[in-house]
């Protein structure tokens, strides 16, 4: 027991009380590279949500609300070939794939507003410039397309009094109005006066006026949206960023018959939530769309500059019918037949309108729809699907092919002469794709940073903490086991035996001789 007690009071002696110390901060040195190990990415992801939350003023900010970026839009014509030939004759259509035609994009946010809640509410304005160079003609290139508007109308008097639809006839006989209609690319996407329309401008009660004078794939869509976007910062709820709070001041549409198809928490396209894993499902909402498109992980990818992402798709039943996808039932408020597996009904957001939207060449559709024409060659995946890439760390999209088709659900009426040889079809009007190619470097390169130089930092800060630790470690226990050891050495050499008590006193020899 004096043993060990005496032992304890040489290691805490002066000459080794700093080995102890050493070991304490070679010890913290290790609970410290824990701390890393565990938390560092934690802390990376909190530098994140600060960056990219939408704040007035930021960086960050002044790229969403005006990218520096080259968008394009690329617009794909069914040019029917055969129009006289298939209303007399009742031939197959044959259509001529006109295309692209190729417009440049700007985007701007104008009257950005940041609100107390965390939001912030702007105008969309996108403005379109027309690119001959990479189109394979000019806007003043002539098409042969259905009238969307007379087949719209005798579509929709399917089920009115046989006098109204005959009514209609004799109106649409006067004014020479026939199923299908010869206009230049131009007019066909931007507005063109059409006489049915100018008719019902006169005669319908203003509540139910239409919003246009004009008809047009794309009218008044050259400017500024008069729609109203609030959006969440991510400043309170980094799990909201980019989301879509309300369109038009209502937090919902008001279609269809539940609340979970009726909902718009959904991003722009532009921005989406931070942190995405293959596991998410991300969102679009668009006004033409009519409903918020789920997309979810296909595969990684390697955009420009070499930063990572994630490819993110419509799920393969997206627009499927209500026997393949249960959840689309409430996509079809007004009941069986629904829109067919592989289109989605828009009519509710086109003054009813018997417009349903694809994938370009009838992409997920039943071949059949694409084979009831000529002219449309088979689906590929890779130039006709719908795709998004996004940065999964700060969920900024870095490539994005919008891809959606255009078509007329044509009901045959036999009191309407015009249209009495026009069989019930599915008719193809047009395609486009709308797209990002990749972002600038400037942004690229920040975001390469940020991906690339975390995951590095993190190795080599845990190995730097780790190494020098133990090393520490090492070193002082070395030291105070040798310290030990020569003071124990010390102690037990010659000339230091015997107790102070006995100093100076002479020693009786018992053995040695008397003389």
């Known amino acids: 027991m004096k043993g060990r007690e005496k032992l304890c009071a040489k290691l805490s002696s002066a000459f080794l009380r700093k080995w102890w110390f050493v070991v304490a ?7 410290f590279g824990i701390i890393v190990v565990i938390f560092f990415m934690s802390w990376v992801n909190l530098v994140v949500d600060h960056e990219v939350t939408l704040r007035a003023g930021s960086q960050t900010t002044e790229w969403w609300a005006k990218p520096p970026v080259v ?40 009257n950005v507003t940041f609100h107390d809640n965390d939001t912030v509410t702007f105008y969309q304005e996108k403005i379109y410039h027309f690119d001959e160079s990479q189109s394979v003609g000019s806007e003043d290139d002539v098409v042969v397309v259905p009238n969307i508007p007379m087949l719209s109308a005798t579509s929709q008097s399917k089920h009115a009094a046989r006098f109204l639809r005959l009514a209609m006839a004799s109106i649409m006989d006067i004014l020479k109005i026939k199923p299908f209609v010869e206009v230049s690319v131009g007019q066909l996407l931007w507005g063109y006066e059409d006489p049915l329309l100018k008719l019902a401008k006169d005669v319908v009660p203003k509540e139910q006026k239409l ?29 909201k960023y980019g989301l879509i709070d309300k369109f038009n001041g209502a937090s919902m549409l008001t279609h269809y ?16 939530p931070p942190h995405l894993t293959k596991n ?10 009519c409903r918020k498109l789920p997309l979810v992980f296909d595969k990684e990818i390697m955009g420009s500059n070499d930063v990572p992402g994630y490819r993110f798709t419509p799920p393969q039943n997206v627009f499927g019918s209500v ?35 694809s994938f370009p060449h009838f992409y997920l559709a039943n071949d059949s729809y694409r084979t009831a024409v000529e002219g449309i060659s088979p689906p590929d995946p890779e130039k006709h699907r719908f795709f998004i890439d996004v940065q999964p760390l700060m969920g900024t999209a870095m490539r994005a092919k919008a891809r959606i088709q255009i078509n007329l659900a044509v009901s045959q009426v036999v009191d309407i002469k015009q249209v009495a040889t026009f069989p019930d ?77 006995n100093k100076g006193k002479d020693v009786q020899l018992s053995n040695v001789p008397k003389y």
């Open 25 to 31: 901060v070679s010890v913290g040195i290790i609970l």
């Open 71 to 110: 968008p394009t839009i690329k617009v794909y014509i069914y040019n029917v070939t055969n129009a006289d030939e298939f209303l007399n004759n009742g031939t197959k259509p044959i259509l001529d794939e006109l295309g692209p035609y190729v417009y440049v994009e700007t985007w701007e946010k104008k």
């Open 211 to 239: 919003p246009y004078e004009e008809f047009g794939l794309m009218y008044n869509k050259n400017g500024t949206s008069k729609d109203s976007v609030t959006m969440f910062t991510g400043a309170s709820d980094i799990t």
């Open 257 to 272: 018959t539940e609340d979970r198809c009726n909902d718009i928490m959904a991003s722009d396209g532009s921005i989406f």
């Open 280 to 289: 998410s499902t991300i969102y679009i909402f668009d006004k033409d769309l």
């Open 323 to 357: 026997s393949e996808n249960p959840d689309n039932m409430c996509f079809c408020p007004q009941g069986p037949p629904c829109a067919p597996s592989g289109f989605f009904n828009v009519s509710l957001c086109q003054y009813d309108s018997p417009i349903l939207l």
């Open 425 to 501: 079809i599915v008719f193809p009007i047009m395609w486009f794709e709308e797209g990002l190619d990749n972002l600038p470097e400037a942004m690229t390169g920040l975001m390469k940073l940020a991906t690339s130089v975390p995951p590095i930092a993190h190795a080599a800060l845990s190995g730097i903490l780790f190494a020098v630790g133990v090393l520490l470690l090492i070193v002082a226990i070395w030291r105070l086991v040798r310290g030990a050891n020569r003071l124990n050495s010390l102690q037990l050499a010659p000339g230091h035996v015997g107790t102070p008590a």
